[in-house]
C-alpha cells in the first residue's frame, strides 16, 4: 500500500481518482504545525531555534495520517509545487519522524503544475527528495515575520494606544499608500488650455484636429496657460487659412501579452472584473483543485501561485492547433512565441497559468462552473489563447495643417486595424478598467497642398490632477515593480490592511485611515531603515538566494537581528510626549489643514471652542484624537478624520433653476445633508424641505449645486433591467447608497450611486442573487472532528459558519459564494481558541418559557437569599482601570497577521475573585431580577 499526502480535502479526492487502488490520498488540510502564538517561539539566543505546535484540528488528521502510513510501503508527499508546498511536506514528515511513524517506509516528494491524469502518473514515475534550500527558506521568512511582528508590535502598542499591529512586509505596504495620499494632499493644480479644431477636407469629409503650433513656437502642455492666451489662439486660427502640410504614414504592430502569472492575474482580474485579489485566488484554487466535466473530476488551471511567464511545448503546440481551427492559419505565428520572465529569480519556476486542457473552451464548462468562476477560468483561457496569436498591424497617420506663413499648425491623428490578430480574443485594460484600444478614429484622403476648411473652433480648459490612489491592481503592480514581499502573499497583506482598519477601499482605491498614518509616521519616525523599500526588496533577494542554495538562511536571520534588535531596544526609552512631537510634526499638514475658503491669515490649529488654545494630536488608552492644549479648562476634542466635518460650516450653494428655490448643505444630529428651500408653515401644517444625505466619505466642503442636485433628485432610474424590462433605480438609504430591482435591494460600497451604469448595475444585482440562493441555509459539509453539519448561514451581520454552538462571521470581502469547507473549519477553530482564551463561553439555547417560570416559582419557594454578585463586578472594574495604563489591544487571530503571521495576545493582569460570602441566618429580601431584555442582550453575542 502506498500513502499519498496532499493539502486539500478537494485535491485528495480528484487525486485519488486518478490513482485508483493500491493508493491511500489523504489531506493534510494546510499546515499541520505553526509557530505557537506567544512570545518565545523563535528564539535568537538559541540559534534561532523555532518551537512548533499542532492545535486540535490537526492533531485529528496527523493520527488519520499515522495509522494510514503503519505498514505502508511508501510514502509520497505530494503538496503543492512552490516554497510553501515543500514546507508542508517538510511539516509532516519531522512530524512522523518524531512519533517513530516511519519505520521501513520509503518517503519520497512528487510535484504536479496541473492536477490532471497525465500530469501526476508523471510526477508519480520521477519522484525526488525534499529541497531542503526550499524548507530554509521558508524558515528564514517564517521566523523573520515572526520576530519583526512580536517585536515591533509590542512597541506600537506601548508608543501608540489603539495600533493593530506592525508587519514586515504589511507596513511597507501601508506606506506606499500612505504616500500616495500625501502626495496626492501636496498637489497644487495648475490650469491650462487647448484649443481643438474642426475641419472640412476638400473632398467635404469631416475630421478633427488640435492646434500644436501658434507663432511658429511648438506649444508644450502649459503652452496656452490662461483664457487670453486661448483666446489669442483661437483668432489666430480663425483668421488662417490652412492647407494640408506634412502627411506621415506608418504601420505599426502591437504584440499580444504573456500568459498570466499570480501577480498579472491579480491585477487583470482586479480591472476587469473588480474581484479582490483574495478573490480571485479563492476562485483559482478551486480551478485548480477540479470540477465535474463529463463525470470527471478534473483540474481546469495549472498552479495559480507562479512568477514564470513561459508554457510547456505541449501546451504550446495544442493552443497553436485550437488558434489555426478556431481563427485560420493567418493568425497562427510563423513560430512559437517565447515570452521569458523580468523578475530575479521567479518563484520556482513553474509554468504560466494556463488552461489544463485548451481544448476545453468556456463555453464548455459553463454549466459546471458558477458566476465568478466562469468568468475567471475565461479570462485566463482568452488570455493563453491570445499569447500564441498573430499580432495585430495598425496603420498610424498623422496629418499637420498649415496656415500661409506656417506660423500657427494644428495636428490631426487617426488609426485603423489592418489585421486584428490577437485583438480578435483579447484587449488588455488599462488601470482605470476602460479597455486600452488604439484610436479607431479614421482620417478622410488628403494629399498635400490641398486646402481644408474650419468649421468650428473648441477652445477648453483643464486643470492637472493629482496621481490617483492605489487600486488593487496598481499596489499589488507597484509592489512586483519595487521586489516587495511574493506575489503568493499579496492577497493576505491587502486584507490584513483593511482588517486592522489601516486603509479602506473607496470606489475599488485604498484609501489610508488616519490610524494608518499615524502608523506609518511612527515607523518612518523611529524604525525608518525597516520600511524603506531597497532595505525589503533586499531583504526578499536575500530569502530567494537561500532558496536557490547560494546563502546559509541563519546567518541572513543573525545579520538581520542583530540590527533589529537594537534598533528596538534604542525606542525603550522613548517618552510618548516625544513620539507625539515626531508626529504632530509629520501629520500637521494632514491633521491640521486649512478649509479651502479659510479666510488669509487663519490657524488652523487655533482651538474653536476657546480659541486661546491650540490643537495638537493626543494619545488615549484608545487611541489617537486632537485636542487643545488648554486642558482640562477647555475640553475640546474631535477624533481623527474628523477634520473636514469640523472646518466645514452651513452654506448655500445656488439657486435651483427648476424652481428658483435655495440649494444648502447642512450638518445635522445624523450627518451632512442637502436640503431645497426653507420649511414652511406651523404646527400641523408645517411642511419639510426636500433633504439628501451627503454619501459617506463625501467631503461637504468640495460639495458643489450641480452635486447637490443630483443627490436631491435621487432616486434615480438607471435604465430597464434587460431580463425583466423593469427599471433599476440608485438611491440613499438609511443604510447607505442602493440599488433596487424588482423590490431587490443591493448595497453599493465601491461604486458612486451617482455615476454607476446599466451594465455594472445589472452584474452586481446578478452576483447579489447569486449570494443570496446559496447563502441561505447551505451545508458546506462535515466537521472532521465530529463529522457534524458545518452551515453557511445569513445573520443580521452578514453572513456567517456554524458548527454547533460556535459561530464564526466571514472575513470582509468574502464572497460567501465561494466558501469552502476547509475555509469554514478554520475561521470555526479560530473562533473557539479566541473565545476560549478570552474565557467566553458559546451562548446557551433559551429554555422554553414554561420551564423558565417554573424554575423561577421553585426558587421563589425554597425562599432562598440571593446571592451578592456586585461588589465582584466593582472589585474587578477598579482593577482594570488601575492597570490600562497601557492597553494593548485584542488581537483577532483567525485572520493572517502579516505573511501568515499570528499576532501575540495581549496579556491580561489577573483579577482574584473577592471570596464568597457566607448566606446570612437572617432572611433577606430577594435581589430584583433584571428585565429579561437586558439579560437576553448580555448571552445574545453569538452573531457578533
Known amino acids: 500500500m502506498n500513502v499519498v499526502i496532499v493539502e486539500s480535502p478537494a485535491k485528495a479526492k480528484t487525486i485519488n481518482k486518478y490513482l485508483g487502488g493500491g493508493y491511500t490520498v489523504l489531506a493534510s488540510f494546510g499546515h499541520i504545525r505553526d509557530l505557537p502564538p506567544k512570545d518565545g517561539s523563535v528564539r535568537p539566543d538559541e540559534d534561532f531555534a523555532m518551537d512548533w505546535a499542532t492545535d486540535a484540528r490537526s492533531e485529528k488528521h496527523i493520527r488519520e495520517i499515522v495509522q494510514a502510513v503503519k505498514g505502508a510501503k511508501r510514502l509520497f508527499l505530494a503538496t503543492d509545487p512552490d516554497r510553501e508546498g515543500e514546507a508542508i511536506s517538510w511539516h509532516v514528515l519531522e512530524e512522523l519522524n518524531r512519533r517513530k511513524a516511519l519505520k521501513d517506509v520509503e518517503v519520497k516528494r512528487v510535484t504536479f503544475n496541473a492536477i490532471t491524469k497525465s500530469a501526476i502518473s508523471e510526477a508519480m514515475a520521477h519522484p525526488r527528495d525534499l529541497y531542503f534550500d526550499l524548507v530554509h527558506a521558508y524558515l528564514a521568512r517564517r521566523a523573520l515575520d515572526y520576530l519583526v511582528g512580536f517585536t515591533l508590535s509590542p512597541v506600537l502598542w506601548r508608543k501608540l494606544p489603539g495600533s493593530r499591529s506592525a508587519g514586515r512586509v504589511q507596513s511597507v505596504a501601508l506606506r506606499l499608500i500612505c504616500e500616495r495620499e500625501s502626495e496626492i494632499e501636496r498637489f497644487t493644480s495648475e490650469e491650462y488650455w487647448t484649443v481643438a479644431a474642426d475641419a472640412l477636407s476638400a473632398g467635404g469629409k469631416p475630421f478633427l484636429s488640435r492646434l500644436t503650433h501658434l507663432d511658429g513656437t511648438k506649444l508644450d502642455k502649459f503652452g496656452l496657460p490662461d483664457a487670453t492666451a486661448a483666446e489669442r489662439a483661437r483668432q489666430a486660427i480663425e483668421a488662417g487659412a490652412f492647407t494640408v502640410g506634412a502627411i506621415e504614414r506608418k504601420q505599426a504592430k502591437r504584440h499580444p501579452f504573456p500568459p498570466f502569472t499570480t501577480s498579472t492575474l491579480q491585477q487583470e482580474a482586479a480591472r476587469k472584473l473588480y474581484f479582490s485579489a483574495t478573490k480571485t485566488m479563492t476562485l483559482a484554487q478551486r480551478l485548480y483543485e477540479g470540477v465535474p466535466v463529463n463525470g470527471e473530476t478534473v483540474g481546469l488551471i495549472t498552479y495559480m501561485r507562479t512568477d514564470a511567464v513561459s508554457m510547456a511545448p505541449e501546451a504550446v503546440n495544442d493552443v497553436r492547433t485550437l488558434i489555426g481551427q478556431s481563427w485560420g492559419d493567418k493568425f497562427v505565428p510563423s513560430a512559437p512565441r517565447v ?125 492637472t490632477q493629482p496621481p490617483p490612489r492605489y487600486s488593487e491592481a496598481s499596489l499589488v503592480k507597484r509592489m512586483e515593480e519595487l521586489g516587495i514581499g511574493r506575489p503568493s502573499t499579496y492577497a493576505s497583506i ?28 511612527f515607523l518612518e519616525s523611529f524604525f525608518r531603515r525597516y520600511v524603506e523599500y531597497t532595505f525589503t526588496a533586499d531583504l526578499e533577494n536575500q530569502l530567494d538566494e537561500i532558496s536557490a542554495g547560494h546563502l546559509d538562511w541563519k546567518e541572513v536571520l543573525r545579520r538581520f537581528w542583530q540590527d533589529f534588535f537594537a534598533a528596538v531596544e534604542g525606542t525603550q526609552t522613548l517618552r510618548i510626549s516625544e513620539v507625539l512631537d515626531a508626529l504632530d510634526a509629520d501629520l500637521g499638514p494632514h491633521l491640521f489643514a486649512a478649509p479651502a475658503d479659510a479666510p488669509e491669515g487663519h490657524d488652523p490649529r487655533q482651538c474653536p471652542a476657546c480659541a486661546a488654545g491650540r490643537l495638537s494630536l493626543k494619545l488615549g488608552k484608545t487611541g489617537a484624537f486632537i485636542g487643545c492644549s488648554a486642558y482640562p479648562e477647555c475640553r475640546y476634542t474631535r477624533p481623527l478624520g474628523g477634520g473636514a466635518d469640523d472646518t466645514a460650516t452651513d452654506r448655500v450653494l445656488g439657486d435651483d ?199 423561577a416559582d421553585t426558587a421563589t419557594a425554597e425562599k432562598k437569599p440571593a446571592a451578592k454578585k456586585a461588589a465582584p463586578k466593582k472589585a474587578a472594574t477598579k482593577k482594570a482601570a488601575t492597570d490600562a495604563v497601557v492597553v494593548e489591544p485584542p488581537v483577532d487571530d483567525s485572520l493572517p497577521w502579516d505573511d501568515d503571521t499570528p499576532a501575540a495576545p495581549a496579556k491580561k493582569a489577573a483579577v482574584k475573585k473577592p471570596a464568597a460570602k457566607k448566606a446570612a441566618t437572617t432572611k433577606k429580601p430577594a435581589a430584583k431580577k433584571a428585565p429579561a431584555k437586558k439579560a437576553a442582550a448580555k448571552t445574545d453575542d453569538s452573531e457578533a
Not at 484622403?445 to 473648441?458: A, C, D, H, R, Y
Not at 486603509?503 to 494608518?516: C, I, K, M, S, T
Not at 450611486?753 to 455594472?760: F, P, T
Open 339 to 463: 515570452y521569458k520572465t523580468k523578475q530575479k529569480n521567479a518563484q520556482e519556476a513553474h509554468e504560466a497559468i494556463r488552461p489544463t486542457n485548451v481544448f476545453l473552451k468556456p463555453g464548455d464548462v459553463r454549466d459546471v462552473l458558477d458566476a465568478d468562476q466562469f468568468k475567471l477560468y475565461e479570462l485566463i483561457w482568452k488570455r493563453t489563447v491570445a499569447s500564441q496569436m498573430e499580432s495585430a498591424v495598425m496603420d498610424q497617420m498623422a496629418v499637420d495643417l498649415a496656415d500661409g506663413g506656417k506660423k500657427t499648425v494644428l495636428r490631426a491623428t487617426g488609426s485603423a486595424v489592418l489585421f486584428e490578430g490577437f485583438l480578435k480574443l483579447y484587449t488588455e485594460t488599462v488601470d482605470d478598467g476602460a479597455e486600452d484600444d488604439e484610436n479607431s478614429r479614421l482620417l478622410p484622403p488628403l494629399k498635400e497642398g490641398e486646402p481644408v476648411q474650419i468649421t468650428k473652433i473648441s477652445p477648453e480648459q483643464h486643470f
Open 494 to 521: 491587502l486584507q490584513v490592511l483593511q482588517d486592522r482598519d489601516y486603509v479602506r477601499l473607496d470606489a475599488r482605491r485604498f484609501v489610508p485611515e488616519d490610524r494608518g498614518r499615524i502608523v506609518t509616521a
Open 657 to 855: 433653476p427648476e424652481t428658483g428655490l435655495p440649494v444648502s448643505v447642512r450638518k445635522g444630529p445624523y450627518g451632512w445633508y442637502c436640503q431645497l428651500g426653507e420649511a414652511t408653515g406651523e404646527g400641523k401644517a408645517k411642511t419639510k424641505p426636500k433633504r439628501a444625505g451627503l454619501p459617506k466619505g463625501m467631503d461637504p466642503t468640495g460639495v458643489e449645486l450641480e452635486q447637490a442636485l443630483s443627490l436631491l433628485a435621487l432616486p434615480r432610474t438607471v435604465g430597464l433591467h434587460p431580463e425583466s424590462g423593469l427599471p433599476i433605480l440608485a438611491g440613499i438609504g438609511r443604510f447607505g447608497p442602493y440599488i433596487v430591482h424588482d423590490g431587490k435591494y443591493v448595497n453599493l460600497r465601491d461604486d458612486s450611486v451617482l455615476e454607476i451604469g446599466i451594465n455594472r448595475a445589472v452584474d452586481l444585482l446578478a452576483t447579489a442573487n447569486s449570494r443570496a440562493r446559496k447563502v441561505e441555509g447551505k451545508e458546506l459539509g462535515t466537521h472532521p472532528d465530529d463529522q457534524q453539519p458545518v452551515k453557511l448561514l445569513s445573520g443580521r451581520y452578514g453572513p456567517y459558519v456554524e458548527h454547533g454552538a460556535t459561530r464564526a462571521n466571514l472575513p470582509r470581502d468574502t464572497d460567501p459564494e465561494t466558501v469552502t469547507l476547509e475555509q469554514a473549519v478554520g475561521w470555526i477553530a479560530a473562533k473557539a481558541a479566541k473565545d476560549a482564551a478570552s474565557g467566553k463561553k458559546p451562548a446557551a439555547k433559551k429554555a422554553p418559557a414554561k420551564k423558565a417560570a417554573a424554575k
